[in-house]
């Protein structure tokens, strides 16, 4: 299994972007991206022809849509599921998003904490969802300078207190892009765990939640019992002792130009009977640790292009459940 990096939240000219699907495509390919999925605001009118320029510049593409709604925002990814926005407030949001898992396609909670009412009406998390059962992921970091932003602090935050209920959800990223940033902006990918580089195999890895969400830096995260098995980000597991290891490198094809320094990994979670945080450079680090009923997942930290940041965080290891 490789980890390969998606960007998962993109707009074009066919909502409120300033691109067109081939304008898209050709800053995903320059970014390093392996792939994307196309998000405009209640419409998948430019799927077909993001599909077609993908298809020619070798980048995997994700039919994809955003319900946006006065409640909240919320991407549906998988071309299969009804995208009409006009079904979705607080009382249908939860059948509504049971009915896309049905149907094989996913969603994922989008921005839940950004400014919201009376600002910027709908971006921020008004649905009130109690069930997050057939929710696959939630973007813990969206948009600029992903790992300094404190509305994407206080999404980690919220993402912290749903896996705290006991529900699996994978960790993404959103860019939220929508048009040229400013030069010396930061940005992030969503690491999506695959066996094949297919649109079948993308899919399946973000149902599986092998995800994390990094900026310029790839990472294989795993744990291994005493009995010699591996577990990967996003699978459940028995209570018991493991070898943590982390193998960690700077990604030299996506967001290659940032200046990553790492200076602390951090394993959080309540599984743990409390956080354990350490110094880390490039390159390996292993440590044994006794873990119970809970979830484990792991964060990196130092500085990008001299700012102090978040760099990495992953789904987690979901133990007991």
């Known amino acids: 299994m490789k980890y390969l990096p998606f960007e998962l939240h993109t707009h074009t000219l066919h909502s409120d972007g300033s691109f067109s699907p081939a304008d898209l495509v050709s800053r995903v390919k320059k970014a390093g991206l392996a792939g994307f999925s196309l998000t405009d605001h209640n419409t998948t009118s430019g799927c077909r022809e993001a599909d077609i320029e993908a298809k020619k510049e070798g980048v995997i593409f994700l039919p994809g849509t955003e319900w ?57 998390d008004q649905f009130g969802i109690q069930d997050f059962s057939f929710l696959t992921g939630y973007e813990v970091w969206s948009g600029e300078f992903p790992g300094e932003s404190e509305s994407n602090k206080n999404a980690v935050k919220g993402y912290i207190k749903v896996l705290e209920k006991g529900y699996k959800l994978a960790a993404v990223y959103g860019r939220d892009w929508h048009r040229d940033g400013r030069e010396d902006a930061i940005y992030a990918a969503t690491y999506i765990g695959v066996e094949n580089e297919n649109l079948e195999s993308i899919l399946e890895g973000l149902k599986l939640k092998r995800t994390y969400v990094s900026t310029g830096v790839k990472a294989i995260i795993t744990l291994k019992s005493k009995e010699g098995r591996t577990y990967s980000i996003g699978e459940s597991i028995p209570p018991g002792e493991y070898l943590l290891v982390c193998e960690i490198e700077k990604d030299k094809n996506c967001y290659s130009e940032y200046k990553v320094l790492l200076k602390k990994i951090s394993l959080v979670g309540n ?51």
């Open 271 to 321: 599984a743990l009977a409390q956080e354990i945080t350490s110094n880390i450079s490039f390159g390996g680090y292993a440590k044994t640790i006794e873990i119970k009923k809970g979830f484990l997942f792991v964060k990196l930290s130092g500085l990008i292009n001299d700012a102090v940041s978040d760099i990495l965080i992953s789904t987690p290891f979901f133990v007991g459940y």
């Open 68 to 124: 946006t709604t006065f409640y909240g925002h919320m991407t549906l990814i998988g071309g299969k599921f009804d995208p009409d926005y006009r079904q979705i407030n607080p009382f249908t949001i939860e059948s509504r998003i049971r009915l896309a898992k049905e149907s094989g396609d996913i969603t994922f909670l989008a921005h839940p904490f950004r400014v919201g009412t009376p600002v910027c009406t709908g971006c921020s």
